[in-house]
């Protein structure tokens, strides 16, 4: 809470099964220790709240790379990415983001 200077002590895990219980249709997932960095989604907290619940989970915090978005799907086990500062900060546009996805297996729109 507050912009992440207060600290909850709930366990991310916990909280999304506990989203989930309560009707949650998808849970959008923030690293704020990752976000704006552009080093790359927390690959490890993303895979234990995506092996914990079944709805769709989309990754957030952290992508500076479209590298980064394949290892979100494949390895963390997101349902979707997002992003914003990847494509604020650098060259890098959406289209090139899409078309490396397609390139990894994953069906998109371009």
Known sequence: TRSATVDTGLDPVVAARRAEELGAGEILLTSVDRDGTLEGYDLELLA???????????????AGSARHMVEALEVGGASAVAAASVFHFTQLTP?????ALRESGFAVRL
């Open 48 to 62: 234990s709240v995506t092996a914990a619940v079944t709805v769709p989970v989309i990754a957030s915090g952290g």
């Open 95 to 99: 289209r090139e983001v899409k078309e």
